[in-house]
């Protein structure tokens, strides 16, 4: 069920900025995030064939697939995501005899929330069980340049729903 409208959402003719965006993770807010890529599922069909023929029909939906989420952030010294990335690549195959190295938390849900113009949350997504795929601790490096280090990190994930809690913002 949605969420009631107020009157000023309803008169809204201007769209929301993408670039007013924040990422919460692990019940926090997390800095310098400048760029997300789309939160896109997808979903095969399962064909069957028709009997005594080779014809194939369109059958249901297969299952969903979600594709990872990439992230890019200007470079701090913040190592929570260095650490969390290493949750997965401490653990090769070849050392699963090693008891002092645990998965158990490698997975973690984030929220990407979008603002308005006034700083009122309008939209959120919960995205569930995610886990560090790719994380590129250090860019190219140009000392003749007068760019800002930005790292990236891409993000395996199990779905995500939209927070319908959100109430409809004043302006």
Partial sequence: MSAPRSEASAARVDCYKEFRFKVKWDGRYVA?????????????????????????????????????????????????????????????????????????DFREDIAIELFNEAGEKVLAYNVFRCWVSEFQTLPE???????????????????WERAESIPAPSA
Avoid: C
């Fill in 32 to 104: 310098g995030f400048s760029k997300m890529s789309t939160l896109k599922p997808s979903t095969g069909a399962v064909t069957h064939q028709g009997t005594g023929t080779t014809r194939s029909y369109p059958g249901v939906p297969g299952q969903p697939n979600y594709d990872p989420i990439t992230l890019e952030h200007g470079f701090t010294y913040d190592v929570d995501f260095t650490q969390w990335a290493n949750k997965v690549w401490d653990y090769p195959p070849s050392r699963q005899l090693h008891s002092n190295v645990s998965l158990h």
């Fill in 141 to 159: 490096l140009d000392a003749a340049g007068n760019a800002t280090a930005i790292r990236t990190l891409t993000l395996q994930n199990e779905g």
